[in-house]
């Protein structure tokens, strides 16, 4: 798997968790019936079944795409904010509900899934996402539970 493929698969999951309301039953069906072959066109087409998440998935790769060199280099995104900021604002993950991802800026929800599931994760990832009855929730259920455990962290 490339890193543009990587960055589509991101971005789709990010889109997902943004939504806030779970998907019109037709796009729900569409995405229930992605396999384990699932493709960048798959996805490309999945977004454009839905405009907000079309609009929310196109924003989350344009940022990747703009800030990759960067986000590759280990320098995080908000790095002079973070120089500035010396009191941690951050809560334990334990703590978090899945109302916090939404509120999460997309840099933020983007280092948080970077640090904990891997890229050759990304497609299995998607995949049980696109199968749940609901895959907003799911995204937002299975990012949640994976920045809490680590459970795709290898």
């Not at 604002?89 to 899934?113: F, G, I, Q, V």
Request: hydrophobic fraction near 35%; proline fraction near 6%; glycine fraction near 4%.
């Amino acid at each position: 798997m490339n890193d543009t493929q990587d960055e589509i698969f991101k971005a789709f999951i990010v889109a997902l968790v943004q939504q806030t309301e779970p998907l019109p039953v037709t796009v729900q069906s569409e995405c229930n019936k992605i396999d384990e072959t699932l493709t960048i066109i798959d996805i490309e087409r999945l977004a454009e079944l839905h405009p907000p998440l079309l609009v929310a998935y196109e924003k989350a790769y344009g940022w990747l795409v703009t800030h990759s060199s960067q986000r590759s280099k280990g320098f995080p995104p908000n790095a002079e904010s973070e120089i500035n900021n010396t009191t941690s604002t951050e809560t334990p993950n334990t703590a978090r509900d899945n109302s916090d991802l939404t509120k999460l800026n997309l840099p933020e929800l983007l280092d948080k899934m970077d640090s904990k599931i891997e890229p050759r994760g990304l497609k299995k990832l998607l995949g049980k996402i696109l199968k749940a009855k609901d895959s907003v929730q799911a995204s937002r259920d299975t990012i949640l539970s994976s920045i809490a455990d680590g459970l795709f962290h290898e």
